[in-house]
């Protein structure tokens, strides 16, 4: 079992995991909202990275370490779910784990402000925000499913990182 420094405590809602993945939290963040924007701040340097031309790179953390950092926050993620989050026999089981979710819900904020920030274009920008809210609302759609007892997340495993991270 890894050892995560997360907390028991309760499935952030969509507007309390939107809020810290861009950073904008104040108090004290639970546990699985500093893994959120822990998330952010790594799709962030991937995506960075990636844009960056080859010959810039050398001095750049390397892509496969990137993900290798990502997915070792998924798996810090769906401990803390398989520990504490509900699963109900025979509730249908949704296709990714509490950390993909989180991980698909980070990248899509990065590359919306991405988009938003560097193309120079209005529609692409209303595009890409659009996208972000409909990733909110699936969460939390997905939050109340996991609530009430209608679906279950399985329990996670990111697999052999991808050749470029």
Known sequence: ML???????????????FVAISGRATGEPSALTRRARELAELHAVLVVSRATPVQS????VPHRDIATEIGR???AIDEWAAI?????????MHTHSLGQVFSHVARTYVRA???????????????AWSRLA?????????????????RQLPLGWH???DRDG
């Open 84 to 92: 504490h989050l509900p699963r109900e026999r025979g509730a249908p």
């Open 57 to 60: 790179r050398s001095t750049s």
């Open 134 to 150: 409909e990733v909110i609302q699936g969460y939390a759609t997905l939050r109340g499913e996991i609530q009430t007892g209608r």
């Open 3 to 17: 050892t995560t420094g997360i907390l028991p405590g309760s499935l952030p809602d969509a507007r309390q995991l």
């Open 113 to 127: 402000w991405r988009t938003i920030l560097y193309s120079g274009r209005a529609d692409l920008g209303h595009s």
């Open 73 to 75: 926050v998924v798996d």
């Open 159 to 161: 697999g052999i990182p």
